[in-house]
């Protein structure tokens, strides 16, 4: 995998961090990466 630095505002940070407190994910980055490849896949299903 490939580090990306991302600037997020402080509600969407809050947010993730929530997720993460919910033990819905391990962590931020797991949370991030999950939103980025549903978006992903939500895309390429639309673009089709």
Same mark, same amino acid.
């Given at each position: *995998? #490939?580090?990306? %630095?991302?600037? &997020?505002?402080? @509600?969407?940070?809050? +947010?993730? !961090?929530? &997720?993460? #407190? #919910? #033990? &819905?994910?391990?962590?931020? +980055?797991? $949370?991030?990466?999950? $939103? @980025?490849? !549903?978006?992903? *896949?939500?895309? +390429?299903? %639309?673009?089709?």
């Amino acid at each position: *995998m #490939k580090v990306v %630095t991302v600037h &997020l505002p402080e @509600v969407y940070i809050e +947010a993730i !961090d929530q &997720l993460v #407190k #919910k #033990k &819905l994910y391990p962590n931020r +980055a797991e $949370a991030i990466r999950m $939103a @980025v490849r !549903d978006f992903i *896949m939500e895309e +390429a299903v %639309t673009s089709e």
